[in-house]
């Protein structure tokens, strides 16, 4: 019978080669999007859209933050605090497309127009597309918070200091232990 024992040298982020490094740090850049990063933000859209008499019927807010980033909701999933009819897009948010050259354009929301509204008595077609309007800027801030975070949570910065408060371990190459 043989005995074989492996010695595994482990090393803190610190402690690591600047190549080791790099590979850690992508490492726990895919490992940051492991969690829901973005349910404050959509929390907080769902909420300041109340204020406007628009309620989500569901939370399936959907989002991308590519080359055609945008947010939206399907209409359906609203509801709304007054009893006029509202021709709305079948998805209703905010939108960016990008040019190329690392250029995008403004953020943008399909206007709802006053003639889009089947005005019942004792409502008044200007103050819904107000709120509609007011509800469409908050989803472009949205927008802009979630492009934001999504920067903030994969920088360098950040995802160092994230390495060092969870005191992870590495190889000499920088995987992970």
Known sequence: MRTIKTIIKVYTFDELSESAKEVAINNERENTLDYDWWD?????????????????V??????????RANICIYSE?????????????????????????????????????????EEEEGEDAGDIIEKLSEVQSIF????????KEYQDI???????????????????????Y
């Open 77 to 117: 999933n609203l509801r709304f605090k007054w009893e006029s009819h509202v021709d709305l897009p079948i998805k209703f948010g905010a939108y960016q497309n990008y040019l190329g050259g690392g250029m995008s354009t403004a953020i943008l929301s399909e206007q709802i127009t006053v003639d889009r509204v």
């Open 58 to 67: 569901s939370d399936d807010v959907s989002f991308e933050l590519d080359r």
């Open 154 to 176: 994969q920088s360098d910065d950040y995802l160092i200091e994230s390495i060092k408060e969870k005191d992870l371990e590495f190889l000499e190459n920088g995987e992970s």
């Open 140 to 147: 472009e801030n949205t927008l802009e918070k979630l492009h």
């Open 40 to 56: 404050w933000i959509i929390e907080d859209l769902i909420e300041q859209s109340e204020k406007y008499g628009v309620e989500f």
